[in-house]
């Protein structure tokens, strides 16, 4: 296994260098350069405003001390897992980075973050982050990060359009929700619609139904996966749901719901102000996803992890120095994501008076990361797999998620 993916790690390099792809010699530690144990290189995909306020942190730690130097760079998302994957084969690597909570696993697996999990017991706050979370930076029960910022998806729908059709009570059972989705449905309007686009985003938006049935990823054969595919299935049979999700992207569906061509929605708080911004005057709330068992959302968001080796007393410095309190908690704020430390959410009033972002709070309670699994990339796939094949009619549930099983016991079995 671990061969395998050492010959990967070098034919992205053959790939990069022949496609003229930028190389990471300037990159990470000084581009190989000797750095002294006073620099602390930290790679990043912020964007945006995200990125202004972030750019303004690295330059309040240094001045708030003297005996470490931040160095931030900015690596696109879609390159993060890519250049550290080249990274571990020219020993170019950044000292801190931040990265997609379901990547935290794999790269631990590989050998590339640093165990953090004496440094954290010693700092004493583990006790003090969501669960879902910080299970999210675990490795085989150790920590190989620390949660930075967290989202979840939860349940948008149209005030309007279910007062106009009779609905007097948000759903909050999958039956209520069939209901009321058929309900609303009719030739301008989706009753109910979920990304189903192949890729993360599938998987992301599954993740709830599944974990409401009782079921779990490396379950995909259990009568709960099934029951979870079928009942979004049936919706999709009966009109209620929008055959195109094969296609859209959650994007794709906010404005779908802005414009009022879906009456209801699974979507994050990272859409709220575009929802605002792209129709004023829609009159939308929020709340928990239909529950089956019993209610379930899936964790989003990022980890900072430590490079094996590295300058591990920095990284970690500024880990610590960044997860103050009100540090974490203005940071989250202004950047439209939630801080992972319980305290900071629950008793801000930032969060809770918010008419939109209030209903997130007993969310981010439920909400459970995807996996953790070093493998979750092609278990992923699978189940996106498994997903458009049910939806396009090429197969039935039970044959598509018995083959998604199949690939998944494989990947654990090895």
Not at 318 to 334: G, K, P, Q
């Amino acid at each position: 296994m671990k061969k395998c993916k050492f010959i990967f790690s070098l034919f992205l390099i053959v790939v990069l260098s022949a496609c003229g792809g930028d190389s990471i010699t300037n990159q990470g530690n000084n581009g190989g350069e000797a750095s002294s144990d006073k620099d602390v290189n930290i790679w990043y995909y912020y964007s945006g405003k995200q990125q202004e306020l972030f750019e303004e942190l690295i330059d309040e730690y240094n001045e708030s001390q003297d005996k470490y130097n931040l160095k931030g760079e900015y690596v696109p998302f879609a390159d993060t897992k890519k250049q550290l994957s080249v990274g571990l084969a020219g020993e170019n690597l950044p000292d801190l980075v931040i990265m997609d909570v379901v990547d935290n696993a794999s790269f631990a697996e590989q050998g590339v973050l640093e165990d953090l999990t004496s440094r954290i017991d010693e700092w004493g706050r583990a006790d003090e982050f969501y669960e879902g979370p910080l299970e999210s930076a675990t490795y085989n029960d150790d920590y190989y990060g620390v949660p930075v910022g967290s989202n979840a998806l939860g349940f948008f729908y149209n005030k309007d359009l279910l007062k106009e059709a009779g609905i007097d009570e948000v759903p909050e059972t999958w039956d209520e929700l069939e209901e009321a989705a058929h309900t609303l449905s009719s030739e301008d309007v989706d009753g109910f619609a979920v990304s189903a686009v192949k890729s993360e985003e599938a998987s992301f938006q599954f993740y709830p139904f599944l974990r409401s049935s009782n079921a779990e990823y490396d379950s995909m054969n259990s009568e709960g996966a099934k029951e979870a595919l079928s009942f979004l299935n049936k919706l999709i049979e009966d009109g209620s749901m929008g055959s195109d999700i094969v296609n859209e992207t959650q994007d794709d569906i906010t404005r779908k719901f802005a414009s009022g061509k879906v009456a209801m929605m699974v979507n994050g708080p990272w859409n709220i102000e575009r929802l605002k911004e792209e129709n004023p005057d829609l009159n939308f709330g929020t709340a928990q996803i239909p529950k089956n068992d019993e209610f379930a959302s899936v964790l989003g968001g990022e980890n900072m992890a430590v490079i094996k080796d590295s300058n591990v007393d920095g990284a970690f410095d500024f880990i610590t120095w960044l997860l103050d309190s009100d540090r974490i908690e203005e940071f989250s704020a202004e950047t439209g994501v939630f801080p992972p430390i319980k305290e900071v959410l629950e008793e801000s009033d930032f969060w809770k008076e918010d008419e939109h972002l209030s209903a997130f709070v007993p969310i981010m309670e439920d909400a459970e990361p995807r996996g953790p699994s070093p493998d979750w990339p092609s278990i992923s796939e699978a189940i996106q797999i498994a997903i458009q094949e049910v939806f396009t009619d090429t197969e039935s549930v039970d044959d598509a998620l018995n083959k998604a099983a199949e690939k998944i016991d494989d990947m654990n079995d090895n």
